[in-house]
């Protein structure tokens, strides 16, 4: 969701961040990597964590109308969208393992409604809400509710100035009792403004940092729109402690403070390979590389995995992906299924869609059980 942001007029270079931290779609040009084989086949999640039991969501509600998930408050329990009978609004609901739904948002599909940034702290799920209605201004607020609860939403703030969100589970941060997220601040040249709201209501508060900069794992700032290549600062808002990340002119780098992903240019100047090493440069490590796309945005989630995806041919036209996950402790890549359409992960939750339209599903799994 991008919501009311035109800082691409600022920060020209937030493509490059987007290519750079591994935007689902890029596909790499060398001969396809296998998952390394064992005495009977190659890695898959129910051989390596047969523990591990991926969730099932029916893709549509009981009403029939064709869930999306958005966000996982846990294995089974979820929050997305869904539109109404006749198709003239679109909910924001509440959706239990148990299939139980709550509406928590409804708005008139005229509006163009758009929801994204969801982060939990504790109870309480804040997302950001964007309309831009045909006839008039639009915009971008911020709201609250505490899900456990029968309370109803509500807004903390429509004051987000021009807020980038990079599709990261790193978009709303919620830490010491406040959320936090960036914008591009109105400026000649890049300047970041820090913005945070707290989850008990009140002013916002705005820290304008020289520079373009993302959030990632509190309380770390990583640089946006620096350069297609080149090294990439990891900037630490406690201590004030910065990191130069080295990176090699054909190098796109995207940080946490514990790992990087490297996506090294061919000689041709496309993507070759995915590599991953720690922030100072060591522990540097090939990933993938042939027809394998890094599949969401953040780098080794949980500071162990990396989700992938290579084209296939099982499934149907539209999901006939493989996903796999790359180990960075074990150092070894594991299938976690076939005929994947579309992938997403937040926190610790992974989930991804099989099958389409009515045969769709939806399955989640909690990388924290992996073990």
Partial sequence: ??????????????????????????????????????????????????????????????????????HFLDGATSVGTAPTADRRAVRLVLRS??????????????????????????????????????????????????????????????????????????????????????????????????????LAGGPVTVRTIPGAFALTAWPWLVSAGTGQTGPVELRNLSDGRKVTVPANPTELVGCTPVWCRVLVLSSGGGPGRIELMRPDGTQRRKVASGLVSASISDVAVQDRFEVLTLVGRDGSVTSSQQLMLYDAVKQRTVVVATGVGVVLCRAAILWWSTGDNEALVWHSLDLRKLR
């Avoid at 990261?168 to 997220?181: I, R």
């Fill in 1 to 70: 969701m991008t919501g009311r942001h035109r800082s691409s007029a600022r920060w020209p270079a937030l493509l490059a961040l987007a290519v750079c931290l591994g935007v689902a779609g890029v596909l790499l040009t060398l001969p396809p990597p296998q998952p390394r084989a064992a005495a009977g086949g190659p890695l898959t999640l129910a051989r390596v964590w047969p523990k591990a039991r991926p969730a099932t969501i029916a893709g549509q509600l009981d009403d029939g109308s064709a869930y999306t998930p958005m």
């Fill in 97 to 198: 393992g148990d299939g139980r739904v709550r509406e928590l948002r409804k708005l008139a599909e005229e509006v163009n409604p758009q929801f994204g940034g969801f982060a939990v702290a504790g109870d309480e799920l804040v997302w950001a809400e964007s309309t831009s209605p045909p006839d008039g201004p639009g915009g971008t607020r911020l709201w609250q509710v505490n899900w456990r609860t029968a309370a109803s939403p509500g807004t903390l703030t429509a004051d987000l100035g021009d807020a980038v969100f990079f599709n990261s589970q790193y978009d709303l941060v919620p830490a010491d009792g406040k959320v936090y997220w960036v914008a591009a601040a109105r400026t000649k040249t890049p300047v970041t403004e820090l913005r945070s709201v707290p």
